[in-house]
């Protein structure tokens, strides 16, 4: 059984940044994606950014390129978003999810019904 657990969401001024961390555990180690993605209030589930745990290959939505990094700590198993220069239209809720866990995977997908496992999501509220 897999779980990840997201944390680090707030209320925040645009401009400003925001760490989200996911930690994730399992029967092995990850070898898989970890991906995150975002849902505002009305709209469906979008993809925001995907790291491959192996070699960090990395993926990210045109909206947020630039603005958000992706990264992993393989010695505590999570994964991190750290989103710079916040924008009011960031705000959603944030949810951490990964694919193949126990397989070595390269390819870094970014449509969420290609993962497995989901966290519970965690606010994040941009101000302007």
């Known amino acids: 059984q897999v779980q990840l657990v997201e944390s680090g969401g707030g209320l925040v001024q645009a401009g400003g940044s925001l760490r989200l961390s996911c930690a994730a555990s399992?029967?092995?180690?990850?070898?898989?994606?970890m991906g995150w993605f975002r849902q505002a209030p009305g709209k469906g589930r979008e993809f925001v950014a995907a790291i491959n745990w192996s070699i960090s290959r990395t993926a990210y939505a045109d909206s947020v390129k630039g603005r958000f990094t992706v990264s992993r700590d393989n010695a505590a198993n999570t994964v991190y978003l750290q989103m710079n220069s916040l924008k009011p239209e960031d705000t959603a809720v944030y949810y951490c999810?990964?694919?193949?866990?126990?397989?070595?995977?390269?390819?870094?997908?970014?449509?969420?019904?290609?993962?497995?496992?989901w966290g519970q999501g965690t606010q994040v509220t941009v101000a302007s």
């Open positions: 399992g029967r092995t180690n990850c070898r898989g994606v």
């Open positions: 999810a990964v694919r193949n866990w126990g397989v070595d995977t390269v390819v870094v997908v970014t449509a969420p019904n290609e993962y497995d496992y």
